[in-house]
């Protein structure tokens, strides 16, 4: 995980009714839901192409910051696995070192 796209991936899915309706001049839809009814008047206006839901900052913000801490704390336990197992590795050499100079 680089986190390069990230935020723009959360900022995409936060934007809400206002930045659809003042900055791109377009309305969008609160509850977007495809079925097999909908499908085609849905693919004759482009919306499956280009959907434009209402975002909700919240929850696309809570849903990425508890992603990277959780991905953070996975690297860093295997980090610390790595430390451990190494040291392991040199206390066995060691001790088997001392066994043999006896």
């Given at each position: 995980?680089?986190?390069e796209?990230?935020?723009e991936l959360m900022h995409d899915l936060s934007r809400d009714?206002?930045?659809f309706e003042?900055?791109?001049g377009m309305p969008c839809e609160?509850?977007?839901?495809?079925?097999?009814?909908?499908?085609?008047?849905?693919?004759?206006q482009g919306l499956i192409d280009h959907p434009n839901q209402c975002g909700n900052p919240y929850i696309?913000?809570?849903f990425f910051i508890s992603f990277i801490l959780c991905v953070a704390v996975v690297v860093l336990n295997?980090?610390?696995?790595v430390v451990f197992e190494g040291f392991e590795q040199a206390s066995k050499s060691d001790a088997a070192?001392?066994?043999?100079?006896?």
């Open positions: 995980m680089t986190g796209t990230w935020n009714r206002y930045f003042a900055v791109r609160e509850s977007f839901s495809v079925t097999a009814e909908n499908y085609d008047s849905l693919k004759a696309s913000q809570g295997l980090f610390i696995a070192d001392l066994i043999r100079t006896c």
